[in-house]
């Protein structure tokens, strides 16, 4: 079985990176990460960015703010950062805590500088199928991983676990771009098993730790695992039980090492994407 | 084998919608139909949302405009519908003329109006299992089908054939948020008639007339046809070759008198709460 690493995928997407920055006279494209609050997750995934965007060239500024800041003075802050001509992108950590309204957030977010695609405008150009918009960077970083190896999709079979907002959703709309036959299962699926073994390709997005195993896996498929886990010792897994598929898949992304590099670089991505494109119009 | 008849479950909808117009004190609602040009489809779909506006004891308008129309006179007019006070919901009549550009026109329409849901808001909330706004009529028309004659989709298999932004798409995200594991095939798709018998409901929306017959249906199964097209000798019929059905299916959706029926049924139910909702807001 082979094992696909998100670290090469990232490095081809940084070439692409590197390739978009060369046409670029001005200033280097600058990343605004909002969080409120300190959720570890968040801290997580917000050092995760930082690091792709040093790697990757690229500015990136952290706006924190306390957990129990009103809606009011949040959306007076998120405005500023929207608007900011020295912002080229943002990255908003959700969930925000409950008292912030969210979906008002989604609503004031600039399209043009919503790299993750949250925004009533960029969900619907998902779902149209435009590849003008931004789109979840988890879920373009699924197709990422597909094509960076090679992976054919058109008319294949993918069965897909997960049906977030986040994953599930838009990366089914982004594999019938690719022309994929796509299941979408999720927690009130009956016979999961032969869903998923149904599946040439099979990606886990369930959040689930270990709840797939080779036994859910066609014999020579591609798997790839978007759960980031933590197992019973503590320690990070994916959706899919790894160990185990050997003998089974013919390809398989890791937890850590597999996708998650992916996100991020294609976080990073957007960002040039964005400045690109305001410098364009501005 | 059952024939679901639209007629029946139009007259459920029927009930529904006077049920919410007791409440109602003021004026009768009121929808505006936009048309540009003379195209023989949209001429029909308008008779019928007329026809059956009527049979609701709904108001309805025609605003037709000739094809040639420029883009900013277009918008011009339908700013006006937009913003009328008259107005309580607009159905477009689509593909607009090529001098148009349609893509405006989505992001003009307000969404509270937009009845057959093509506003990014709206599609978004498609797309988020969010019932708060306006899905396009024909997609919850196949859901309205199913739940009328009672047949559950939690957890079962539903295969849909046809992947467009008015059917297709829309239809995946309204019968995941019923709970259905929902496969989505289209003109790419490998093995087209081994995934659509793997489906326990069957849906057919590619718009090719007689497509689909009875080897492509499983034992048991419950077809909707989706289709509306003009087969070899001129007449009406749908993507599903029905005569062939007897003895396979279960039961399924005639062409005409199924899904269509229904349609304008939706049409005249979201006008009546776009209605009730502007009243509550307004």
Redesign the interface.
Known sequence: MITLKGAAVSAKIKEQVEELLKGNTGRIPKLAIVRVGERPDDLSYERGALKKMAAFGLEAECFAFPEDITDQDFKKEFSQINESRDIDGILLLRPLPKQIREQDI??MIDPQKDLDGIS??N??KV??GDDSGFAPCTAEAVVEVLKANEIPL????VTLVG?S?VVG?PL??LL?KE?A??????T????LKE?CR?GEILIAAAGRAKMLDASYVKEGAVVIDVGINVDENGKLCGDVDFDTLEGTASMATPVPGGVGAVTTAVLAKHLVLAACCRRDTV
Do not use: D, Q, W, Y
């Open positions: 989604e609503r009533p405008i969900i619907a779902f149209a058109t008319g294949k079979k049906r907002m959703r089914s709309m019938l022309n036959t796509v299941t979408i299962c999720h009130r699926t009956e016979n869903n149904n």
